[in-house]
């Protein structure tokens, strides 16, 4: 049996941190946008590490686990 926890996690949070998408920190006009489907340099590192900083506190320090089979 495999552990799919890091896919599934790991697909579904770059979903939903993909900078323009649903959300985008720093924006082109405020802190936050909501929905601007816009990007720039700054967005895309911001977005980087919270999805370093979320996958791996998800993975290693709360040890999810999902197997299927």
């Known amino acids: 049996m495999a552990d799919w926890a890091p896919i599934l996690i790991g697909v579904l949070l770059f ?3 993909s900078p323009g998408l649903i ?3 720093p924006g082109h006009t405020r802190h936050i946008d909501f929905g601007g ?3 720039n340099g700054k967005a895309v590192l911001m977005h ?3 999805f370093f900083a979320i996958f791996t506190i998800l ?3 709360v040890h999810i686990k ?3 089979g």
């Open 15 to 17: 979903i939903l941190l």
């Open 23 to 25: 959300f985008q920190i």
């Open 37 to 39: 489907f816009k990007t």
């Open 48 to 50: 980087t590490i919270l």
């Open 59 to 61: 993975i290693l320090a």
């Open 66 to 68: 999902i197997y299927m």
